[in-house]
């Protein structure tokens, strides 16, 4: 497991260049803010995640519960899920938009086009609504 890499994944590096082209400046990784959110829009008062699929539980394709040490994973996997709704909730108390975009909006069979991911996701970050999750197809 050390060889997983906790940020600047992929996904989240194509999310940063493609926000960043279009003009939007962020922080990233902020260890002051709950969760330490990936990106961070001070402007906007907007957060943004790239989670995962398996290490968040999301309900898609590319989420299978390992055969080998089920205990283990299902309380690791559920302990993950239950410190992104905390830092949600102390996010939204501290008056922060949040924003996540799932690992499968990006790859697999139910992939969505970057150029997609992008637009809907500058727009939630320019337009203020209130929360943002971003999925596959």
Known sequence: M????GKDTKPELL???GLHSRGLRFRLHVRDLPGKPDLVFPKHKAVLFVHGCFWH???CHLFKLPATRTEF???KIEGNRQRDEKALAALKKEGWRAGIIWECALRGKGRRDPYEVLSLTEAWIRQGKKSFSLACR
Not at 2 to 5: D, E, F, G, L, S
């Open 73 to 75: 994973w299902k309380e």
């Open 15 to 17: 999310i940063r260049k």
């Open 57 to 59: 539980g999301h309900n």
């Open 2 to 5: 050390a060889a997983v890499r």
